[in-house]
């Protein structure tokens, strides 16, 4: 897969990082996507034992069959501290390495991380969307800001997560009875649409198969370090 060269760079110090955030998130388009999805990449990461390197993996998911397509892993040593809001610069570098490894060109990108359900409004899936300008959803298992309402208990339904009056994301039950997820956009979708897709590829757990095979890849590979 062809990825952009970087528009800047990851070696910034934390005060920094959450500025360049902010000036990006202003360039995150909120748009319906232009093309049908055939093929959705999965990512997402994890942390050797001894938390120095960073392992990324993907998995390309064909929505239609339920088959995975291609699958990459990549691992990058962490250059930058454990911060709150600011886990993109340890986990994209080896994201990044990940997706250039692929021979298919997925149509969206799904990732096991935050969108514009962020502090500054640019989570993992926001920034690696915009850098490599592709439709982005980011489905996180946990929330990292804003309030909701109860969440629901019948799959596929869903209440709004605020942060202040501004709707940032959709809390969705993915399965009747069992604990949300935490959805919103990541570049270049609607939220409605990240709704869509997260509901039609949980079909079977509370996690959707891009992700959650993306999340057993990278824990065989930690496994193995």
């Not at 080896?94 to 021979?103: N, Y």
Request: proline share 7%; net charge positive; aromatic share 4%.
């Amino acid at each position: 897969m062809k990825i952009p060269a970087p528009l800047h760079r990851w070696s910034l110090g934390t005060k920094a990082a959450a500025r360049l955030q902010e000036k990006l998130a202003t360039r995150i388009r909120i748009v319906p996507l232009k093309r049908a999805v055939r093929r959705i990449a999965g990512i997402d990461v994890a942390f050797s034992s001894d938390g120095t390197r960073c392992i990324a993996g993907v998995v390309v998911y064909e929505p239609e069959t339920g088959e995975t397509i291609e699958t990459k892993v990549a691992v990058r040593a962490v250059r930058f501290p454990y911060v709150p809001g600011l886990l993109t610069f340890r986990e994209a570098p080896a994201t990044l390495a990940a997706l250039r490894k692929l021979v298919c060109e997925p149509d969206l990108l799904m990732f096991d991380a935050q969108g514009r359900a962020h502090p500054r409004r640019l989570g993992l899936a926001s920034h690696i969307g915009l850098l490599i300008d592709r439709p982005s959803i980011g489905c996180a298992k946990s929330r990292l800001c804003g309030t909701h309402d109860l969440p629901p208990i019948e799959r596929g339904r869903s209440v709004p997560l605020y942060d202040g009056q501004e709707i940032i994301g959709a809390v969705l039950c993915t399965r009747t009875n069992v604990k949300p997820v935490f959805v919103s956009v990541g570049h270049r979708i609607t939220l409605d649409e990240a709704v869509r897709w997260v509901t039609a590829c949980a079909d079977r757990y509370r996690l959707p198969e891009p992700t959650r095979r993306a999340h057993q890849l990278v824990t065989r590979m930690r496994k193995g370090m």
